[in-house]
């Protein structure tokens, strides 16, 4: 009996470890990307660099494997699958935004015809093309991270993997950028995003790694990675007239840590598991016709929780 | 799966043959052509003088230009200005990523780049040639017609040299101006066998094979026993093996090294 042949992971990394000399960039991280846009939250130093120069075939691995599509990600064929859009701001100065693009998309294997077709739909996907024909050396930090974003979709990878891909670019691109990640994200590519801007990993990304030292502290979505983390409660804020009131009887719930008046009419509560939580609150809310103004989780962004996993991990064992 | 592996292959192909172009043209204009440019210009205007000084001899153009200026400066300075720069520059200006990380195999990225270091070398070297011994008249044409051949070889394997250079250091054109100002022309000019690990002995054994009929040879400061020129087709032989050798070596440090 013959079943259908089991897909590969589109990306696997299998106890990968990376040395640079004594210097460990990469600790056994064992992991599997999953679909939908992925942030990648590491301090400087941290590895994230070197996670992705193993993705993109820069690195090779010093223990296990890393897989794209079942092939070593330093070989050609994984490479075919990826589009990287590195951090480094370096291009072929005096070329155009237009020639570059066409350039990386011939490397890629494409008649000069589809080449070109090719370049002006990434062109105007990143909406450089009405400006694509001056050049490099002439863009905005803007324009060139767009360019850079153009030569990694030419050749319509299945994986796009962007290193600070929102550096230098003003709040509308930024928006305009996240909007075309969602799309990407929403047509099946994966995408795995480094930013040291937190905050917009909180709206940008399905699921986040977190990495330090070279080691994986977690990785999931923001909600799954909060409710693991027992030893910080959630903290919810709430607005509402009879807060006083409506405090003793959250106090009742199993899942409430405690309770503070913050001030006359707005209450913050510690949580232990949240899950357990949300639907007494609304049945309580509902018994007291409390009127709730704000309800804010204030601890469950990424920072938040990316301070919280540091402050874990450096704690002794 | 045989007509995938051709079509995949040829697609390989016509990508190289598009590094290959772009690489030509960024070389083509770049400040190593202008460097290029005016050196081979000095060295024209350095031939004319010499050339119009008195009646000169096939001899005097061997001696004079070829083993003074041509061998120990001209022929390494251009080759490495190229050479040097394919891939070392796209790594010193960070746009080798766009390379490495593209899916055409090391190999035909390197073979790409050094096939335009290669051309545009040879294009500089046999033309200054020509040009010197056109200036010089006909004794310059007559040696010309006799040296270029050992002198495109030797072209050659300077050029896959340097090409290692390129691939396995930073900065790499500065290396290779230190070999070849210092290191080549100490070790080319030490008695004993260790001036075979020089290529300009080669090109020099070949120009005096080639130049025997102009009666030059060993003499003077190239003392026939301190010299102890090789045969022709060995000379030939071993340039042929060490630009395979170099060229190969190139190849491996590229294909293996982490950028």
Redesign the interface.
């Given at each position: 009996m013959t079943g259908a042949p089991i897909p590969q992971p589109l990306c696997r990394f299998q106890a990968a470890s990376k040395w640079y000399g004594p210097v460990i960039g990469l600790n056994d991280l064992t992991w599997d990307l999953p679909p939908g846009i992925t942030g990648l939250v590491g301090h400087n130093g941290a590895g994230k660099s070197t996670l992705i120069?193993l993705l993109?075939?820069?690195?090779?691995p010093s223990l296990g494997r890393v897989l794209v599509r079942g092939h070593r990600a330093w070989t050609?064929?994984a490479?075919?699958h990826?589009g990287?859009c590195?951090d480094?701001d370096?291009?072929?100065e005096?070329m155009s935004g237009r020639a570059f693009v066409r350039?990386?998309a011939?490397?890629?294997?494409f008649?000069s015809k589809t080449a070109r077709e090719r370049t002006d739909d990434v062109l105007d996907q990143v909406d450089m093309a009405e400006r694509a024909d001056r050049p490099l050396g002439s863009y905005s930090k803007g324009m060139r991270q767009r360019i850079k974003l153009a030569?990694a979709l030419v050749?319509n990878p299945d994986l796009i993997v962007l290193d600070e891909p929102l550096n230098g670019v003003d709040p509308v691109g930024r928006v305009e950028l996240i909007r075309l990640f969602r799309s990407l994200a929403d047509r099946g590519k994966s995408l795995l995003i480094s930013s040291h801007i937190l905050d917009e990993m909180d709206t940008l990304a399905d699921q986040i790694l977190f990495i330090c030292r070279g080691r994986m502290l977690a990785s999931g979505s923001l909600d799954e990675i909060r409710a693991l983390l027992d030893d910080h409660p959630l903290k919810v804020r709430i607005a509402a007239p009879r807060a006083r009131q409506l405090a003793a009887e959250l106090l009742r719930l199993e899942s409430v840590r405690s309770a503070a008046l913050e001030s006359e009419g707005q209450l913050l509560l510690e949580v232990q598991r949240p899950k357990e939580f949300f639907g007494p609150l609304a049945a309580a809310v509902a018994e007291q016709a409390c009127d709730v103004q704000r309800l804010q989780v204030i601890d469950a962004s990424t920072e938040a929780i990316f301070d919280y996993l540091m402050e874990t991990a450096k704690r002794p064992r | 799966m045989d007509k995938n592996w051709a079509a995949?292959f040829l697609?390989?192909l016509?990508?190289s043959w598009?590094?290959l172009g772009?690489s030509l043209r960024?070389l083509l204009?770049s400040r190593q052509t202008i460097i290029s440019a005016v050196l081979v210009v000095l060295a024209g205007v350095a031939a004319y003088a010499w050339a119009r000084d008195r009646q000169r001899q096939p001899s005097d153009f061997v001696e004079e230009v070829l083993l003074t200026v041509y061998v120990p400066f001209l022929l390494p300075i251009l080759c490495l200005s190229y050479a040097t720069a394919g891939i070392a520059t796209d790594r010193d200006?960070?746009?080798l990523?766009?390379?490495?990380?593209?899916?055409?195999?090391?190999p035909f990225i390197f073979l790409a780049k050094a096939a335009a270091a290669l051309v545009l070398s040879l294009a500089w070297t046999m033309g200054t040639l020509a040009l010197l011994a056109g200036i010089a008249g006909k004794p310059g044409l007559e040696v010309f017609r006799a040296v270029w051949p050992g002198l495109f070889w030797a072209t050659v394997a300077y050029v896959c040299l340097f090409q290692v250079f390129s691939v396995a250091f930073r900065r790499a054109t500065i290396y290779a101006l230190g070999y070849a100002l210092f290191l080549e022309t100490l070790i080319g000019n030490m008695p004993g066998i260790v001036k075979r690990l020089a290529i300009s002995f080669y090109a020099r054994c070949l120009i005096f094979d080639a130049s025997a009929a102009f009666d030059v040879g060993p003499s003077g400061p190239f003392n026939e026993l301190l010299f102890q020129p090789l045969p022709a087709a060995t000379a030939y032989t071993i340039l042929y093996a060490a630009s395979a050798g170099l060229l190969l070596l190139g190849l491996v440090i590229f294909c293996t090294r982490?950028?």
């Open positions: 120069k993109t075939g820069q690195l090779r050609a064929a490479r075919r990826i990287y590195p480094v370096a291009f072929y005096e350039m990386l011939r490397l890629h294997g008649s030569q050749h | 995949d697609g390989r016509s990508a598009h590094l772009v960024r204009w200006e960070q746009t990523v766009y390379l490495v990380t593209s899916p055409l195999p090391r982490e950028y």
